[in-house]
């Protein structure tokens, strides 16, 4: 099976409220996104931030399986820049259930301009599916951080 990614557009974010609602367990963020809340998240987007779909491309078809996001760093969440480059955040990875291990995740390598940029995410303490998911796309584990709202997280880092 083919991936590819494209820009997440208005369209995408009904399938995506879908999408991460039944996956919601995977997320530091555990309740039902409503519409209205999806909405503001949409029009919230940052200057500079990246919402990319992952899509299944065959010769019949193209289908939404997956979503993630590159965007600036959080302010709540620690950055350990190592070079100098600016750090983008890589953040919100989730593939639908069908389409998990198969390689939809490694479509995200896409987007990741390394020469400029190092990336960081964060994963769940406990959320192994997301660390083996990070480690598939080049992301070594820096250890654990104790966030004051969310408990232990991993902090992974693309350089």
């Known amino acids: 099976m083919n991936f590819t990614i494209r820009p997440a557009v208005y369209e995408d ?4 409220r879908d999408l991460r609602n039944a996956n919601r367990s995977d997320f530091f963020d555990k309740r039902e996104v409503s519409r209205e809340a999806q ?3 949409w029009r919230g987007a ?7 779909v992952i899509e299944s491309v065959s010769t019949i078809s193209t289908r939404r399986v997956g979503y ?11 950055v350990f ?15 639908d259930e ?4 198969q390689g939809a995740i490694l479509a995200a390598t896409q987007a990741f301009d390394t020469a400029s940029f190092c990336y960081v995410g964060y994963v769940s303490e406990g959320n192994g599916r997301s660390l083996r998911a990070c480690s598939k796309l080049g992301f070594e584990n820096h250890g654990r951080y104790k966030h004051p709202v969310y408990g232990y997280v991993h902090i992974v880092w693309k350089e």
């Not at 940052?46 to 990319?52: L, P």
């Not at 993630?68 to 620690?78: E, G, R």
């Not at 480059?85 to 989730?94: E, G, L, T």
């Open 13 to 16: 974010i009904e399938w995506l």
């Open 39 to 41: 909405e503001a998240w």
């Open 46 to 52: 940052m200057w500079g931030d990246e919402r990319w």
């Open 68 to 78: 993630f996001s590159v965007v600036s760093p959080k302010a709540d969440l620690p």
């Open 81 to 95: 820049p190592t070079d100098g480059r600016p750090v983008r955040y890589f953040n919100s990875m989730v593939i």
């Open 98 to 101: 069908p389409h998990r291990g």
